[in-house]
Structure formats: structure tokens, C-alpha cells
């Protein structure tokens, strides 16, 4: 008999994929941030050492923020998002979070109040009712999701723009951040915020929100990716440093529009 023969069978080892969970995301956020490189951007690769992952990932930090200050500079204010006829509405539509959607949060509107911060001249917080004496907008437009899907939808709610001037908020500022129940959180540049059809959505198809699309606020913003609009929003604050975001802080373009 060999000694091959006699070595014991060893029993393949389980993979426990929270022993990996770390690097797994490590991957995938270089991933999505390699997927918006130009030739140009792998080009200054070339000098870098694959192996070295803290070179890699400045380089491509480095392209995804280039590829946020051309996208603004291709921004126009007047450029509106395409609407639709009410008969091309999706129904139902779907529902998208990073959550299960039982697990939505469900919120008591007679407890719920808007916080407003940063530079602005009037931080009292706002309540739905006070919102809704606002001039109100209305748009049928189409969420684009960043996954490959998209959907038509109905919103109406209070202009961001509208809602920025009521609160006397410094316009000249850089951002405009959002703080969610669901601990998400996102921002927009000034430019897309003071956009027409940028708005903070109370309703979708005339009836208020319901809990799976962002009740009792959602933003809509049609001009950007649907990771760009918010949900279940308890806070804005307007500021001059970049407030990142849930996915933008883990390697998704922070600009994301058009």
C-alpha cells in the first residue's frame, strides 16, 4: 500500500460566507467603479500594480469623482426628463430597496416632522399638513434603476426648489443632503435640486404614499438614477461639504444623472 493509500480522506472545509463578507464587498465596490472607467481611465491603470489594492482603488475613486464633474458640467437646468400619458403608467409598480419590502418602515405621520438643517435661514421642522400648503407639482415619469429595470410612475408633491425657498436656504451651497428612516441617505447637487421636476413627492397616482414607495416623503428626481431618489425622508439639510450616500459611499457615481 502507498502512502497515498494511507493518508486519511479529508472532508472538504464549508465555505461561511460571513467570513467573507468584507472582501466580498471590497470586490464588488471596485467592480461597479471599474464598470464607468474610459480607455483613458485604464490607460493610468497601466503604471499601478493590480495586487496593490489601495493604488487601484485611489485611481478609481479618482475616475468615478472626474466622471461626477463632467456629468454637472453636461447638466442643464431647463433640459426636462421625458413625461408619459397616464395609460403607460406600470402597475403595479415595483418595489426597491436594500431591505425586503415587510420590512419598510412604518411610520406614525401625527409623530413625524421634517427636520431641516445646514444653511438655511428657518430650521423650524415641517409637518405633512404644512408641506401640503406648499404650491404643489405634479409628473409621470420613469424611475431608472441602476439593476437594468425601469417603471413609470405618478408623483406629486412640493418643487424642492419651492420648499428650499420657503425655508431660506442658501442656493449658492454645493448640496442638498437627505436623511431617511430606514437609515438610507443620498444628496444632490444645488443644480438638480432647484431642477423643475425635482420634487419632494407626497403622493404617487393622487393617493398619499403608500409605505413601499416612501411614505410620507419620498424624493423624485427624474433627472437621476433611482438610487438618487429617497425614500421615508425625515431630514434635509443643505451644505457645502459632499454628504455622500448609502450606495455613492460604496462605489456607485455619485453624480448619476444627466
Keep these: 500500500m502507498s502512502e497515498q493509500d494511507e493518508m486519511p480522506v479529508r472532508k472538504p472545509e464549508k465555505i461561511k460566507l460571513a467570513d467573507h463578507r468584507t472582501a466580498l464587498v471590497k470586490v464588488e465596490r471596485r467592480l461597479v467603479l471599474r464598470s464607468a472607467l474610459s480607455l483613458g481611465a485604464l490607460s493610468m491603470l497601466a503604471g499601478c500594480d493590480l495586487q496593490d489594492n489601495d ?83 405634479e409628473q409621470i415619469t420613469r424611475h431608472i434603476c441602476i439593476e437594468g429595470w425601469s417603471a413609470i410612475g405618478q408623483w406629486s408633491g412640493v418643487p424642492l426648489k419651492k420648499f428650499l425657498q420657503a425655508v431660506g436656504a442658501d442656493t449658492s451651497a454645493k448640496y442638498v443632503g437627505f436623511k431617511c428612516a430606514d437609515r438610507y441617505y443620498s444628496s444632490l447637487d444645488m443644480p438638480t435640486a432647484l431642477h423643475p421636476q425635482t420634487i419632494l413627492a407626497l403622493d404617487f397616482r ?53
Design 55 to 137: 493604488s487601484v482603488d485611489k485611481v478609481l475613486w479618482s475616475m468615478s469623482r472626474w466622471n461626477d464633474r463632467v456629468q454637472a458640467l453636461l447638466f442643464r437646468g431647463d433640459k426636462l426628463a421625458p413625461t408619459y400619458a397616464a395609460s403607460q403608467i406600470t402597475n403595479p409598480f415595483p418595489f426597491n430597496a436594500f431591505y425586503d419590502e415587510v420590512n419598510a418602515p412604518d411610520i406614525d405621520v401625527s409623530d413625524w416632522r421634517l427636520e431641516v438643517s445646514g444653511l438655511v435661514r428657518d430650521k423650524q421642522p415641517w409637518t405633512i399638513e404644512r408641506l401640503r400648503a406648499l404650491p404643489q407639482a
Design 206 to 258: 393622487k393617493e398619499p404614499l403608500p409605505t413601499s414607495y416612501g411614505f410620507p416623503l419620498k424624493v423624485r428626481v427624474p433627472t437621476k438614477l433611482g438610487f438618487k431618489n429617497p425614500k421615508h425622508v425625515v431630514a434635509i439639510y443643505v451644505t457645502n461639504e459632499n454628504p455622500g450616500g448609502y450606495w455613492e459611499d460604496q462605489g456607485y457615481n455619485w453624480f448619476s444623472g444627466v
